[in-house]
Nanobody, 115 residues
Framework: QVQLVESGGGLVQAGGSLSLSCAAS????????MTWYRQAPGKQRELVAG???????TYADSVKGRFTISRDNAKNMVFLQMNRLKPDDTGVYYC?????????WGQGTQVTVSS
């Protein structure tokens, strides 16, 4: 059974940094796009960043220039380096991995940015 486990969330002051990780365990192969989403209280889940299996990243406009997504294909992991954090970045961050025919989600990790 495949599980995605996020780590690295926490509480940080505005302007600070956090680094998130997401690791896939279990029998998983041919992972395509890996993606980070977030959901703030009372808001819909939104796309933060994604990266193809070839390493091409895309970002939401709100995080461009501040966040960096990367992946380790050998370890089935995806990372999100978050710099110059803002209170609006607060939310639960989820990773998602696409494989042929299905997708997997992590359980989420809380990121709180205080002003």
């Amino acid at each position: 059974q495949v599980q995605l486990v996020e780590s690295g969330g926490g509480l940080v002051q505005a302007g600070g940094s956090l680094s998130l990780s997401c690791a896939a365990s279990g029998s998983i192969a041919r992972i395509g796009v890996m993606t980070w989403y977030r959901q703030a209280p009372g808001k819909q889940r939104e796309l933060v960043a994604g990266i193809t299996n070839g390493g091409r990243p895309t970002y939401a406009d709100s995080v461009k220039g501040r966040f960096t997504i990367s992946r380790d294909n050998a370890k089935n992991m995806v990372f999100l380096q978050m710099n110059r954090l803002k209170p609006d970045d607060t939310g639960v961050y989820y990773c998602k991995m696409l494989v042929p025919g299905t997708e997997y989600w992590g359980q989420g990790t809380q990121v709180t940015v205080s002003s």
